[in-house]
């Protein structure tokens, strides 16, 4: 279903609602991951890129590659939401019925990250095989921590903008 909106005003919550979808599935996330994982779990991020090298134990670390691994969490966070907002422009499904889709979007990331990215990095520890209780944590940490966050402040600034819009 195309959005019934204006196009402009759709696209305008576009900026507002990334970064705080993105801000805040990123914050809630990296709290569940220092959580489980401790402080060096940003090593871990940053060995995406970096490979081994970037854990103290094989040479690496410090405060430059510990905030490399977090503004990676940040940066996939803030371009997940991007993807969210420019499909709500094309599909108001995805707007109007944010938590459905909020869910099935926390399911996808998932997917993505642990089917392709992950994969794909130069991590250095195994991907999978995923046991079914931490295929199950995991689903239901990515439809809490990022689909529905994301999905919700996209639904709430575009709601906020026809509505400010409607107002004049």
Do not use: E, Q
């Amino acid at each position: 279903m195309l959005t019934n909106h204006s196009p402009t005003a759709l696209r305008s919550s576009i900026l507002p609602s990334t970064l705080a979808g993105g801000m805040l599935s990123g914050t809630l996330d990296a709290i569940s991951a220092f959580a489980t994982f401790g402080s060096g779990m940003t090593y871990g991020i940053a060995s995406g890129i970096l490979g081994s090298k970037a854990f103290p134990a094989a040479g690496g670390g410090g405060a430059a590659i510990w905030s490399l691994g977090l503004a990676l969490h940040y940066l996939i966070a803030l371009s997940a939401a991007a993807i969210y907002g420019f499909a709500s422009c094309k599909f108001s499904f995805l707007k109007d019925h944010f938590v459905v889709c909020g869910v099935f979007f926390g399911i996808g990331v998932y997917l993505v990250m642990n089917l392709v990215v992950l994969p794909l990095s130069a991590v250095p520890f195994p991907i999978g095989p995923f046991s079914v209780s931490a295929l199950r944590a995991g689903l239901v940490a990515h439809i809490i921590l990022i689909g529905l966050p994301i999905s919700s402040s996209v639904w709430f600034f575009s709601k906020r903008k026809v509505d400010h819009g409607n107002a004049h």
